[in-house]
C-alpha cells in the first residue's frame, strides 16, 4: 500500500497517455521520484499511508475496532496532514467540533443528498485485514471505520469486500480469483449488516450491485473505466474507479511491479489507485515481490526534523503496527 501511494504521488491528478485496456502500460513512470503536486521527496507517502497508520495503530493498542479512538487518531492527525479528502477533511472537522464519530459521516452523507462516495475510506483500510481475526470482526471493523467519513453503502461496502479479499490471501488462499471470490461472497453479507443497522434496503441494494458489476468487469480485458459514470479521469476520487482499478490489476498483471506500474501510470487520483492496487497485489504476490528499490525508498523517506510525519504517520510505524511480536 505505501509503495503504490509513493509512487503514484508523481502523477497525482494527471492524465498521462497510456495504452488502451487490457494492454499495460509499462511507464514511462516506473520508479519513486516524489514530486507531484505536494512537491514529495522519493518515497514519502501522503494521506492514504498516513491515515492507515492510525487505523493500525489504534487496532494494535485496543485489541480491537474502538470508533471513537479511530476517530480521534484522524482528528489528531489532521493537524499534520499536508493532502486531505473533501469528504474525510468535512467529517473530521464536524468530529472536532463536537459532533459524535458515528455520526459525522452519516449527517455530511445525508446532507450532500446521499451522492458522495469517495475513496478515501477504501484507501486506509487494509490494516483491518491483517490485524483482526474472524470475518464477522473485519467485517464490522470494515463498516464502521468507513463510516467515520465516507457513510454511503459504496464506500462501507467496498471496504468489506476489499478486506475479506486480503484476509483470504493472508490466511487461506491468494491466488487472485479466490480473492476475487472472497469479495464477492463478502458483499451479500456486509449488505445484510447494514439492513440490520437501518440503513435503506434500496441504496444498500443499489450499491451492491453496482459492486458486483465492478467485480465481474473486472474480471473483463476492458474493465469499461473510461464511461459515463465511471472514469478514471473524470470521476477519479469515486471508489469505485478505485476498487474496480485494484481488482482488474489483481487479476490481469502477473507482478507486483506490473500491476502498480500500470495503475499509477493511468493516472487521475494515482496516489490512491496506487496504494489500493498495491495493497491487494501485495497480498497475492507477497513481501518478496516488493522491488527492493522501492521498499527501501519508501522506508528510508525519512523527513529530517522530529514531528508526527516522521514518529507516527510514516510507513515504518505502519510496518510495526502490523508485525506481530516473536513469541518469549
Request: glycine share 8%; with cysteine.
Amino acid at each position: 500500500m505505501a509503495v503504490g501511494d509513493a509512487l503514484g504521488t508523481t502523477l497525482e491528478f494527471s492524465e498521462p497517455r497510456a495504452p488502451p485496456f487490457p494492454t499495460l502500460a509499462r511507464g514511462p513512470h516506473r520508479e519513486i521520484l516524489g514530486g507531484g503536486p505536494f512537491r514529495l521527496v522519493a518515497g514519502q507517502v501522503t494521506d492514504d499511508t498516513q491515515m492507515a497508520c492510525c487505523l493500525a495503530a489504534s487496532l494494535q493498542a485496543r485489541g480491537g475496532f474502538d470508533c471513537d479512538d479511530v476517530a480521534s487518531r484522524y482528528v489528531a492527525w489532521q493537524e499534520a496532514a499536508f493532502d486531505i479528502g473533501t469528504q474525510t477533511a468535512a467529517a473530521l472537522n464536524a468530529i472536532r467540533e463536537g459532533r459524535p464519530a458515528q455520526r459525522a459521516g452519516f449527517e455530511l452523507w445525508k446532507r450532500a443528498a446521499r451522492r458522495p462516495a469517495g475513496n478515501g475510506a477504501l484507501m486506509r483500510t487494509a490494516p483491518i485485514a491483517v490485524l483482526l481475526a474472524g470475518a464477522g470482526a473485519r467485517r464490522a471493523a470494515a463498516l464502521a471505520d468507513a463510516a467515520i467519513t465516507h457513510f454511503d453503502p459504496r464506500c462501507r461496502l467496498a471496504c468489506a469486500a476489499f478486506d475479506a479479499a486480503l484476509a483470504a490471501a493472508i490466511e487461506a488462499d491468494a491466488r487472485p480469483e479466490a480473492m476475487r471470490d472472497a469479495a464477492l461472497r463478502e458483499l451479500p453479507l456486509a449488505a445484510e449488516a447494514l439492513r440490520a443497522e437501518g440503513a435503506g434496503a434500496r441504496d444498500v441494494a443499489s450499491a451492491a450491485r453496482a459492486l458486483e458489476l465492478d467485480l465481474a468487469l473486472a474480471g473483463e480485458p476492458d474493465p469499461r473505466l473510461h464511461g459515463r459514470d465511471v472514469h478514471l479521469h473524470r470521476t477519479q476520487g469515486f471508489v469505485r474507479v478505485a476498487f474496480r482499478l485494484a481488482f482488474w490489476e489483481l487479476l490481469h498483471a502477473p507482478s507486483f511491479e506490473e500491476a502498480l506500474v500500470d495503475a499509477v501510470n493511468r493516472g487521475g487520483d494515482a496516489d490512491t489507485n496506487g496504494a489500493i492496487a498495491g495493497a491487494l497485489a501485495g497480498a497475492a504476490h507477497g513481501e518478496a515481490a516488493i522491488p527492493a528499490r522501492w521498499r527501501e525508498a519508501v522506508l528510508g523517506a525519512v523527513p529530517a526534523a522530529p514531528g508526527p510525519l516522521r514518529d507516527l504517520y510514516h510507513p515504518r510505524t505502519l510496518l510495526a503496527a502490523l508485525t506481530p511480536p516473536p513469541p518469549r
